[in-house]
């Protein structure tokens, strides 16, 4: 029996729904989730750890899938010509 992966730690707060998420470029991961969708805003090359806030939590600097998704696709189709 295989155990399951472990979960990567959670490095940022969506600003937009308040879910945790791990942001792989705050991380230092080779990669982030993100860069897998459209790109259809732009994504900062480098950014630093996010400073504590007073109660320790890590400041809020990039959306959660879910949001992140839903912005992509609203920003997409608001990029598509429209049909004659």
Do not use: F
Request: proline share 15%; glycine share 6%; hydrophobic share 35%.
């Amino acid at each position: 029996m295989t155990s399951p992966a472990p979960t990567l730690p959670n490095t940022s707060v969506c600003p937009r729904c308040g879910a945790g998420l791990r942001c792989g470029m705050v991380a230092g991961d080779a990669e982030c989730w993100c860069m897998q969708l459209p790109h259809v805003m732009p994504v900062p090359e480098a950014r630093k750890p996010p400073a504590p806030s007073q109660d320790g939590a890590a400041a809020a600097s990039c959306y959660c899938p879910a949001c992140l998704k839903q912005i992509t696709d609203e920003r997409k189709n608001a990029l598509s010509p429209a049909p004659d």
